[in-house]
């Protein structure tokens, strides 16, 4: 009877201040809340069909592209201009780069797949770009140089006491060197990624036909996409970046961005552009809108690819994803006047670079999946004064999904999972690119995403025997689960499907 008495008050104020906070959403909901969900509807209805019209023309362009079976880099007499090369033995002298940082798993993949590449081992040198922080790992890159020295491959190992620049700074004093300067092209490839021995075979021959060709790109091969689901969703919209914006922007010799690795560079292109800069965290994609600002025209070379390794941690991937939302949106606020003002390209150019490549695609996209997906319509669900139109709420998205995830057709039955997955991650792309445009806090940081390399072999099969011999255990779902709830979820599901 004592505990009745006592719960009486606990109810009846619980009830109080439910009835207080639906009295207050019912007065304010008509007259403020409608009003602001509306106008937040106009304006992500408006940056939807901005991006419904960008993925639309770019999937007519690859529609053609395929139906014509005309791809640009399939004018070129490749095999003509190869055998060319060969008789009359003029072969230009390559530099390659290998910038890396810490890359214990991975260097020596990298450094072996470099140094065995084919081409005439007096005409290329390789330059391993070492910024390790220990003394022990830049003991154990410095003996690999050594090794492929000794069996005649000419490799250069650099290092520095500082990092100034990260990456770029690394880049721009690897080609002050002076051994570098009988060089005419370089060719870049991160610590985790391998080309194939006729790599400068399948490119170069590109860059000696064509002198107004700045920069010759491959696509990537991701060696780890089928390890978990994270990979697998990775997978899915890298291949769109790769099948349909950089081959729309290199079929209709419009911008496209360099990656940043996994590509040639004609070293007078980049020094005409003003060298290597480190004001953003995308130094990449600066150098390339600055080169073609000048004129030099890039192409993508879609048939080759070079293996690399996607982020295998929830962490690493959110470091990475930071990285290049925030970069682009920053770099948008620094150049936009010098584009603008630039008078050397084409009214149409400018236009494409600053709306569609850098607006549409590094903005817009992100801040439609978050504003529009995560929080207006959700939103709209709680005020029945609002009603989206359907076009807008299920039309738009559903098109712009399906021309996304088309691009990877053994993974279509994996959609429901990279929606949501795309939908956690705008977040952090949002506020990265809110944080680029501002030039907040976190606008230069630089993480360098962790590779696991051969150790990720050695996890799995340790990982796959396990299962197998301790039937009813539960497994390790995937490597660095432990580095977020959501990395474990994705793991687990991918191991059910």
Known sequence: MRNLVLQEPEVR????????????????????IAPLLWFAIFVCAAMSIMLFI???????????????????????????????????????KVLIQIPMYNEKEVYKLSIGAACSISWPSDRF????????TSEALRVMVELECRKWTDKGVNVKYETRNNRNGYKAGALREGLQKQY???????????????????????????????????????????VNADECLMTRLQEMSLDYHFSVEQEVGSSTCSFFGFNGTAGVWRIQAINDAGGWKDRTT??????????????????????????????STFKAYRYQQHRWSCGPANLFRKMTKEIILCERVSTWKKFQVIYAFFFVRKIIAHWVT?????????????????????????YIPATITFLNAICTPRSLHLVVFWILF?????????????????EANRVNEWVVTEKLGNL?????????????????????PCIGADNGDVYATLCNLQSSI
């Open 370 to 394: 978050f504003f529009f997906y995560c929080v207006v319509i959700p939103l709209s669900v709680l005020v029945p004064e609002v009603a989206l139109p359907k076009p807008i709420a299920i």
């Open 422 to 438: 795309e939908n956690v991650m705008s977040l952090h792309r949002t506020k990265a690119a809110i944080i680029g445009l501002l």
């Open 456 to 476: 990720m072999k050695q996890k799995n099969a340790k990982a796959s025997k396990k299962s197998r011999s301790q039937i009813g255990e539960r497994p390790d």
């Open 13 to 32: 104020v619980t009830n109080d201040v439910t009835s207080s906070l639906s009295y207050a959403w019912q007065c304010i909901r008509v007259p403020v």
């Open 282 to 311: 995308v130094e990449d994609m600066d150098l390339a809108v600055r080169a073609s600002l000048k004129g030099w025209k890039f192409l993508f070379v879609g048939d080759l690819s070079v293996k690399n390794e996607l982020p």
């Open 180 to 222: 570098v300067e009988d060089c005419e092209f370089v060719a870049i490839f991160d610590a985790d990624f391998q080309p194939e021995e006729k790599f400068l075979w399948r490119t170069i021959p590109y860059l000696l036909e064509n002198p107004e060709l700045g920069l010759v790109q491959a696509r990537w091969k991701f």
């Open 54 to 92: 960008e993925r639309v023309y770019m999937a007519i362009i690859i529609i053609c592209v395929k139906v014509m079976r005309k791809k640009r880099y399939t004018k070129y007499k490749l095999d003509a201009m190869k055998e060319d090369l060969e008789l009359n033995k003029t072969y230009p």
């Open 125 to 132: 040198i390789i330059q391993v770009l070492d910024d390790s």
